[in-house]
């Protein structure tokens, strides 16, 4: 596609339930991020992708996040028996390769945790 | 919709000013930089970038400054519209095989 694309765009979900955010990235480009925006704050690293395996995932704040990109292409987040700390923006960018250059930013998807 | 920034330092300048933005980093090993602009609702969006063997370069109506030896960058911002109100971030990279690293915004304000 013509930009990165994130869903949802919103999504409120109960204390210790499980979600699901994805995220397809610009058609060709091999290298995928995931960070997370908290209110007032810049996006935080959490796990990229180059190709199908997570190349660094030392942004993972514990085992209940997990993150997937199966074909190489689309991209999902997972977070098991959420709490109201993992309320944020998760953001999606990706680019053609990791040298840093030309990261094209989804617009996120804003979990809330009640 | 919900603001980024809403605890940001802020900056307001008149429309038609000139703003400068600050960013002070703190990895030495650092090479490139980049600013981004971010929106309320949206996701960062790339304004303009910097190598380390380079001091300045400058784009359409923005500025960006490296000083490597006191670890700082600045984003100049000329003819400041209100189309550039936003939160702007610096963000840091390696030369390694590292993801980029952002710092604390600045939430530009402009008034008309």
């Known amino acids: 596609g013509a930009g990165v694309s994130q869903t949802p765009s919103n999504k409120v979900t109960e204390k210790g339930k499980y979600v699901e955010l994805r995220c397809d990235p610009i058609?060709?480009?091999?290298?995928l991020y995931w960070y997370r925006q908290s209110l007032g704050q810049g996006p935080e690293f959490l796990i990229y992708?180059?190709?199908?395996?997570?190349?660094?995932d030392s942004g993972l704040p514990n085992d209940r996040f997990f993150a997937v990109r199966p074909e190489g292409s689309v991209s999902t987040l997972k977070i098991q028996r959420t709490e109201r700390g993992d309320s944020a923006v998760y953001l999606c960018?990706?680019?053609?390769?990791?040298?840093?250059?030309?990261?094209?930013f989804g617009s996120g998807t804003r979990l809330t945790v009640v | 919709g919900e603001s980024v920034g809403l605890h940001l330092p802020t900056l307001s300048v008149q429309e038609g000013d000139n703003s400068i933005i600050n960013c002070a980093y703190s990895?030495?090993?650092?090479?490139?930089f980049i600013w981004y602009k971010q929106e309320s609702g949206k996701g960062p969006q790339f304004i303009i970038d910097?190598?380390?063997?380079?001091d300045k370069r400058q784009g359409q109506r923005v500025t960006v400054l490296l000083n490597k030896t006191v670890k700082h960058l600045s984003l100049q911002i000329a003819a400041t519209q209100p189309g550039d109100s936003a939160v702007y971030f610096c963000?840091?990279?390696?030369?390694?095989?590292?993801?980029?690293?952002f710092g604390k915004g600045t939430r530009l304000s402009v008034i008309a």
């Open positions: 960018a990706s680019s053609l390769q990791n040298s840093g250059y030309g990261y094209t």
């Open positions: 058609s060709g480009h091999t290298a």
């Open positions: 992708f180059q190709g199908t395996g997570a190349a660094d």
């Open positions: 990895n030495s090993a650092s090479d490139y």
């Open positions: 910097i190598r380390s063997n380079m």
């Open positions: 963000a840091e990279k390696d030369s390694g095989n590292t993801p980029l690293v």
